[in-house]
């Protein structure tokens, strides 16, 4: 076995859209610098992500510099988006969660309703440090979040995709396999470990910088959608149901809280501290 380093780091600028990866990235206490900082909403406020619209995966947002977006779609002129230095502020909708967050220029929704062929708005959160807290079940006191599901960040291990990989070859749709990573959206893909570790684990540091494990990440139909093309299968929702399921939820993936700042590299070293 060989000694587990980082493989891969990923952010995701505007929640649901597309990847980017990342060869150096900083931590930050709600997550990895710039990750999921931005959200489309629908006419009610509430979050649209892949569950609802499978097609934002073709859609890309890159970071500019300020903590703006550059917003781009196959076959449409590129949206720049600017962060709002004291833009409107709404009330939305995450999950069960209430967040306040910025409004973006009307450009932007106008550009993104186009795409979609849906009404939806873009909206900013300006302020992480205090708009959103964990889970306390899973967390401790001061611990925040940005626009991701429900924690800062998500690791995932090439072993266990390897075995799951092996089981959706061996069960009723092995047409759909073998998955990519991307499927699951990961910020954090360990490489050097044995299937399944992760389950195990309650401490971990990459590099130097070291994260409480939180919990297993609950899966959803988005890991049935093709990252490229937006198009649904079946998996692994069907092979999670069988063979790894953690009381109501399927499961794949560990949910990390930071508890510290620093700066994490593909290659470093990853040490199981607990």
């Keep these: 076995m060989s000694f587990p380093v980082l493989r891969s780091a990923h952010v995701y600028p505007v929640k649901s859209l597309a ?120 967390g401790r006191p001061g611990d925040m979040v940005s626009l991701a599901d429900g924690y800062p960040l998500l690791v995932t291990t090439t072993s266990s995709l390897d075995a799951l990989n092996a089981l959706v070859a061996t069960g009723d749709r092995p047409q759909d396999g073998p998955l990519p990573m991307d499927r699951f959206r990961p910020n954090a893909v360990v490489e050097g470990t044995e299937a399944w570790a992760e389950d195990g684990w309650r401490r971990i540091a990459i590099g130097e910088v070291a994260f409480t494990v939180a919990k297993p990440c609950g899966r959803c139909v988005i890991t049935t959608t093709d990252q490229r093309t937006a198009e649904r299968g079946r998996e692994p929702l069907l092979t999670l149901a069988r063979h790894r399921r953690s009381g109501k939820q399927l499961v794949f993936g560990q949910n990390l809280i930071p508890e510290a700042t620093g700066v994490i590299r593909v290659g470093d070293p990853v040490r199981i501290l607990g």
């Excluded at 489309?40 to 890309?60: C, E, N």
């Excluded at 995450?94 to 220029?105: G, K, Q, S, W, Y």
């Design 19 to 138: 990847a980017r990866a990342c060869d150096t990235v900083a931590v930050e206490p709600w997550g990895l610098d710039g990750d999921r900082r931005w959200m489309l909403v629908d006419k009610a406020s509430r979050a649209v992500t892949q569950r609802q619209q499978p097609s934002m995966a073709r859609i890309a947002a890159d970071p500019l510099p300020g903590g703006g977006v550059l917003l781009s779609a196959p076959g449409r002129p590129p949206q720049r988006v600017e962060a709002a230095e004291s833009g409107r502020t709404l009330s939305v909708e995450l999950h069960r969660d209430t967040v306040v967050v910025a409004e973006a220029p009307g450009e932007a929704h106008d550009w993104l309703s186009a795409v979609l062929g849906t009404e939806v708005r873009l909206v900013h959160l300006d302020e992480p440090s205090h708009r959103r807290p964990v889970d306390p079940r899973f």
